[in-house]
């Protein structure tokens, strides 16, 4: 492969001579052979009458060199062209002719920063609006649909609550379980220098029962249970099928969104129990293994530790279970019709989920505090 | 164009498919020859794109074997099946980025090259695919297919979703590129009209295996049942006739 073998170069008649096989494979010793051909040395003329092959990208190296327009005249002229090889070349002209009638690309002046922040900032206040606007349009639809029973979903609730609910119950027990553990040792060990270790047990109880048993049942519901609302709805959305529903006059939400919050309504609190106990259940395990603490013990301090704790933990589940579901459902309405649509969105869907939470989970901590609780 | 001597491009024998129990091919024999437009019918849910995707490689035959003598294939998908994180021009250079020693620039501006030869401008190659109509993906994945300059291409149903102007301009460039470049296609196809526009030979895939393969005429008449209804149904004879004029109309000029 010299190259030499591609093109010829014939200055007294400014007659560029085209030979060999200018395929694919060729194409960079194409490329060079033609450089070499200097674009400033004028071609009149072309023979073709020794190339074997052609195809579109070889042929756009030629039109590249000679400019499409020139290439066009100097085609007229062409000496001994075959014709598949000259049906090539119109092809080529023609996608050029295509492309000089699109408009150019604008290109972004270098303060578009400047602008993008702007655009950031009100996508973020209208990401809020439409938020407030889904909650209240949940809301309302709420209001129609509880009184009604025949309107339930029961099949879709109950899809829902085993889902969501049900099979998150090994994870969420684990997890408890192993932080009980960890707090109690934690505890140990601080409080060991202060000859305090008995009050390992009430720092394990109070932390479940206030805040580490629902907020672990609530993270793990963002994580797993919000993503997965945003992937089915999303999903839906790009087959179209939420169209589909418009058009046959059925609510959206009503179908989807509401026996997703009811699930959650009834699974959150169930799992933050389930947390709760298995939270406490660790930390016993730690309290009796390592730390010279009988389990009567345990239980005795347990008992004293009063009960409005857990229903101050408790009465953040609903909370925490609505907010999930509607960050979730509204992150699937969202997508627009790509696969690539729906990923970010569950990832935005996940990430807002865990903020609304532990948000949440700040003020009421306030708010308890603050009242005395 | 009769090559009798040359090898056939592609050479299916013996194919048989079987997806659990239920068994789509049974001792399917297929030859594609060089140069020519194939088109292969069938009912819904014969396994046309099943024989594609194992012609192309993709699924493997229970037993049978292919031989497949393309130096380079380009495929069109159903779907067109254009990369989603990319924009449309990156989507048709990706070939050129991952397997050739060309710059970046350089395989940029082959990629728009081939989109303005299938007809979408440079706007439409700096969009993503979502953005993209139905008739403009599937031109673009065929720019996509087209890129490395292959001998053989597979398209699976190139025109379905497309109105007939587009439908019948997709053809003529499909069959342009393939008398220009000598490219072999096979298309699997539901449209009779780029069968009479377009193929050289069709293959009508029925009870498990290619029942007829031979020129559209010749095909036509073949006594089986689902063949005729197939081309001698309402839809298939409006356009034989329409077909049959036109030829008409030429030979009198």
Not at chain 1, 278 to 289: Q, S
Not at chain 2, 173 to 186: F, N, P, R, Y
Not at chain 2, 209 to 228: G, N, P, R, T, Y
């Given at each position: 492969m010299?190259d030499?073998?591609?093109v010829?170069?014939?200055?007294?008649?400014?007659l560029?001579?085209?030979s060999?096989?200018?395929s694919?494979?060729?194409?960079?010793a194409?490329?060079?052979?033609l450089?070499?051909?200097s674009s400033?040395?004028?071609?009149?003329?072309?023979?073709f009458?020794?190339?074997?092959?052609?195809?579109l990208?070889?042929?756009s190296l030629?039109?590249e060199?000679?400019?499409?327009?020139?290439l066009k005249?100097?085609?007229?002229?062409?000496?001994?062209?075959q014709?598949t090889?000259?049906?090539?070349?119109?092809?080529?002209?023609r996608?050029y002719?295509?492309?000089?009638?699109?408009?150019?690309?604008?290109?972004?002046?270098?303060?578009?920063f400047?602008?993008?922040?702007g655009?950031w900032?009100?996508?973020?206040?209208?990401?809020?609006?439409?938020?407030?606007?889904?909650?209240?349009?949940?809301?309302l639809?709420m209001?129609q649909v509880?009184p009604?029973?025949?309107?339930w979903?029961?099949?879709?609730w109950f899809?829902?609550?085993?889902?969501?609910?049900?099979?998150?119950?090994?994870?969420v027990a684990?997890?408890?379980?192993?932080v009980?553990?960890?707090?109690?040792?934690?505890?140990?060990?601080?409080?060991r220098?202060?000859?305090a270790?008995?009050y390992?047990?009430?720092?394990?109880?109070?932390?479940?029962?206030?805040?580490?048993g629902?907020l672990?049942?609530?993270i793990?519901l963002?994580?797993?249970?919000a993503?997965s609302?945003?992937?089915q709805?999303?999903?839906?959305?790009v087959n179209e099928?939420?169209d589909?529903?418009?058009?046959?006059q059925l609510?959206?939400?009503?179908?989807l969104?509401?026996?997703?919050?009811?699930?959650?309504?009834i699974?959150?609190?169930?799992?933050s129990?389930?947390?709760?106990?298995?939270?406490l259940?660790?930390?016993?395990?730690?309290?009796?293994?390592?730390l010279?603490i009988?389990?009567?013990?345990?239980?005795t301090i347990?008992n004293?530790?009063?009960?409005r704790h857990?229903?101050?933990?408790?009465s953040?589940?609903?909370?925490?279970?609505?907010?999930?579901?509607?960050?979730?459902c509204?992150?699937?309405?969202?997508?627009?019709?790509s696969?690539?649509?729906?990923?970010?969105?569950?990832?935005?869907?996940?990430?807002q989920?865990?903020?609304?939470v532990?948000?949440l989970?700040a003020?009421?901590a306030?708010?308890?505090?603050?009242?005395?609780w | 164009m009769v090559?009798?001597n040359?090898?056939p491009i592609?050479?299916?024998?013996?194919?048989t498919?079987?997806?659990?129990t239920s068994v789509?091919h049974?001792?399917l024999?297929l030859?594609?020859n060089?140069g020519?437009?194939?088109?292969?019918v069938?009912?819904?849910?014969a396994g046309?794109?099943?024989?594609l995707?194992?012609a192309?490689g993709?699924?493997?035959?229970?037993?049978?074997s292919?031989?497949?003598?393309a130096k380079?294939?380009?495929?069109l998908?159903q779907h067109?099946?254009?990369?989603?994180s990319?924009?449309?021009?990156?989507?048709?250079?990706l070939p050129?980025?991952?397997?050739?020693?060309?710059?970046r620039n350089?395989?940029l501006?082959?990629?728009?090259?081939?989109l303005a030869?299938?007809g979408?401008?440079?706007?439409?190659g700096e969009?993503?695919?979502?953005?993209l109509?139905g008739g403009?993906?599937?031109?673009a994945?065929?720019a996509?297919?087209?890129?490395?300059?292959p001998?053989?291409?597979?398209?699976?149903?190139?025109?379905a979703?497309?109105?007939?102007?587009?439908a019948a301009a997709?053809?003529?460039?499909?069959?342009?590129?393939?008398?220009a470049?000598g490219?072999?296609?096979?298309?699997?196809t539901?449209?009779l009209?780029t069968?009479?526009?377009?193929c050289?030979?069709?293959?009508?895939?029925?009870?498990?295996?290619i029942i007829?393969i031979?020129?559209l005429?010749?095909?036509?008449?073949?006594?089986?049942a689902?063949?005729?209804?197939?081309f001698h149904?309402?839809?298939g004879?409006?356009?034989?006739?329409?077909h049959?004029?036109?030829?008409?109309?030429?030979?009198?000029?």
């Amino acid at each position: 492969m010299s190259d030499s073998s591609f093109v010829a170069y014939d200055s007294s008649k400014q007659l560029l001579k085209l030979s060999g096989a200018w395929s694919f494979e060729n194409y960079s010793a194409i490329d060079k052979s033609l450089r070499q051909v200097s674009s400033q040395q004028p071609i009149q003329l072309l023979d073709f009458a020794e190339l074997e092959r052609l195809d579109l990208n070889t042929a756009s190296l030629l039109a590249e060199l000679i400019s499409p327009t020139q290439l066009k005249k100097l085609l007229e002229s062409a000496q001994q062209l075959q014709p598949t090889h000259r049906d090539i070349f119109h092809q080529l002209l023609r996608a050029y002719d295509i492309q000089a009638q699109s408009e150019p690309q604008a290109t972004r002046p270098w303060y578009s920063f400047i602008a993008d922040l702007g655009a950031w900032v009100s996508k973020l206040g209208y990401q809020f609006i439409v938020l407030m606007n889904f909650i209240g349009r949940v809301s309302l639809t709420m209001l129609q649909v509880l009184p009604r029973p025949q309107r339930w979903r029961i099949t879709s609730w109950f899809f829902h609550m085993q889902q969501a609910g049900l099979a998150a119950i090994p994870i969420v027990a684990l997890m408890g379980f192993l932080v009980g553990a960890v707090v109690a040792f934690l505890g140990a060990t601080v409080l060991r220098d202060f000859g305090a270790t008995i009050y390992t047990v009430d720092l394990v109880a109070f932390g479940f029962m206030r805040e580490l048993g629902v907020l672990l049942a609530a993270i793990l519901l963002a994580g797993r249970t919000a993503s997965s609302f945003t992937a089915q709805i999303g999903a839906m959305k790009v087959n179209e099928e939420l169209d589909a529903m418009q058009v046959e006059q059925l609510d959206s939400v009503e179908l989807l969104v509401i026996p997703r919050i009811l699930a959650l309504l009834i699974m959150l609190p169930l799992l933050s129990f389930i947390s709760t106990i298995a939270g406490l259940l660790g930390g016993a395990v730690v309290a009796i293994a390592s730390l010279d603490i009988s389990s009567t013990q345990y239980l005795t301090i347990l008992n004293e530790v009063p009960i409005r704790h857990f229903w101050v933990g408790l009465s953040k589940a609903p909370f925490f279970a609505v907010i999930i579901a509607v960050i979730g459902c509204l992150e699937g309405f969202k997508v627009t019709n790509s696969a690539r649509s729906i990923g970010e969105h569950t990832t935005s869907s996940v990430v807002q989920a865990l903020f609304a939470v532990i948000l949440l989970d700040a003020i009421a901590a306030l708010f308890f505090m603050e009242m005395q609780w | 164009m009769v090559m009798t001597n040359v090898q056939p491009i592609l050479t299916l024998k013996n194919i048989t498919t079987k997806f659990g129990t239920s068994v789509v091919h049974e001792a399917l024999d297929l030859d594609v020859n060089t140069g020519e437009i194939l088109g292969l019918v069938g009912g819904s849910g014969a396994g046309k794109s099943v024989l594609l995707r194992t012609a192309i490689g993709l699924n493997k035959p229970t037993t049978g074997s292919v031989h497949l003598r393309a130096k380079q294939i380009g495929v069109l998908f159903q779907h067109g099946a254009l990369f989603s994180s990319m924009t449309v021009a990156e989507n048709v250079a990706l070939p050129l980025f991952e397997h050739t020693s060309l710059s970046r620039n350089e395989a940029l501006r082959l990629a728009r090259l081939k989109l303005a030869l299938v007809g979408l401008d440079s706007a439409a190659g700096e969009r993503y695919p979502a953005e993209l109509s139905g008739g403009m993906i599937k031109r673009a994945a065929l720019a996509r297919a087209l890129i490395r300059e292959p001998d053989m291409v597979f398209l699976d149903e190139p025109t379905a979703g497309l109105d007939p102007i587009s439908a019948a301009a997709f053809d003529q460039l499909i069959l342009t590129l393939s008398k220009a470049l000598g490219l072999t296609v096979v298309l699997v196809t539901h449209d009779l009209d780029t069968l009479y526009a377009i193929c050289d030979r069709v293959a009508v895939l029925a009870k498990k295996h290619i029942i007829a393969i031979d020129s559209l005429a010749k095909v036509a008449e073949h006594e089986d049942a689902w063949i005729q209804a197939y081309f001698h149904g309402p839809r298939g004879r409006a356009i034989i006739e329409q077909h049959s004029n036109q030829s008409a109309n030429t030979a009198e000029n």
